[in-house]
């Protein structure tokens, strides 16, 4: 009798099991509404291409010092490019490939760079400042911002060739010209 129980209970257990890995599933009902529609920076991506001098910090005191620093570096530029699809190509945090990434606006008035979705997704920087000279970038995920700080970036003045060869060839088409 004791082996008919623990058979019978067996096989319910197993029925049960078995119900739970059922592949026909129930209507799905969404977690969420649709979609946000993209919100447009006030800062466009074409203002933000070029090279720059990068700094980062930790302590709002510390900001001064590290835009001169930032400035300093123009030597070595961080360049930001046009995307392809109309975005910016940047740098992730924690990743040493180029990526896409977007421009994008808040209903609370905030700007943020970031991969396509939401806003702000985990992975974005808020736009913290822009002057068109001086961007100051924060993180939006509080590990990463403790990490790398808030990033400012100055910059660079065109290079000294590009501007010398533009301002040498009227000159140059002067002193050729008959007289």
Known sequence: ????????????????????????????????????????????????????????????????????NARGQCKQPYVIGQGTHGGVMMYLADSSEL???????????????????RTPGPQDREILSFDGRVMVLKYVDSEVDGRYGTGIFVRCAPRAAEGNASAARPAQANAAAPR
């Open 99 to 117: 990526q896409e990434l977007r421009l994008k606006g808040s209903s609370a008035g905030k700007d943020y760079i970031g991969p396509a979705g």
């Open 1 to 68: 009798m004791r082996n008919r129980s623990f058979g019978w209970s067996l096989i319910a257990l197993s029925a049960l099991a078995a119900a739970g890995c059922s592949t026909t599933q129930g209507p799905q009902v969404a977690a969420s509404g649709p979609p946000e529609p993209e919100i447009p920076a006030r800062v466009r991506p074409t203002e933000i291409v070029g090279r720059w001098g990068y700094a980062a910090y930790h302590k709002p005191e510390d900001r001064t010092r590290t835009e001169a």
